[in-house]
């Protein structure tokens, strides 16, 4: 599977973006998936994750009610609507996909995921 990420950009405090995640292969349909980001001097963290259906969702406490993320599985894409955007959410975005599983259970870590897409950039100014 390859993931490529998209769709990040400048926007100012309080706007939105979407970014999209176009994955490459047969198996990505069967795999949940997950967006992660990594502020400069920070840890990658986790921001939200999807089963392979798409039927749930997750997401960190700090996205929560601001971030939704979906997919296209007929489009092998993946996406994050991002809004009420604040200097916070500046990142590297990443898009990832964990091994693939039978399990019901959605993986939200680092450590989970096999396949990690190349980053996109989200600045946004206050």
């Known amino acids: 599977v390859q993931l490529q990420a998209s769709g990040g950009g400048l926007v100012q405090a309080g706007g939105s973006l979407r970014l999209s995640c176009a994955a490459s292969?047969?198996?990505?349909?069967?795999?949940?998936a997950a967006w992660f980001r990594q502020a400069p001097g920070k840890e990658r963290e986790f921001v939200a994750a999807?089963?392979?259906?798409?039927?749930?969702?997750y997401y960190a406490d700090s996205v929560k009610g601001r971030f939704i993320i979906s997919r296209d599985n007929a489009e092998n894409t993946m996406y994050l609507q991002m809004n009420s955007l604040t200097p916070e959410d500046t990142a590297v975005y990443y898009c990832?996909?964990?091994?693939?599983?039978?399990?019901?259970?959605?993986?939200?870590?680092?450590?989970?995921?096999?396949?990690w897409g190349k980053g996109t950039q989200v600045t946004v100014s206050s």
């Open positions: 990832a996909a964990p091994r693939l599983t039978q399990s019901l259970i959605v993986p939200t870590t680092r450590s989970d995921m096999e396949y």
């Open positions: 292969g047969r198996t990505f349909s069967r795999r949940h």
């Open positions: 999807i089963s392979s259906t798409g039927g749930r969702t």
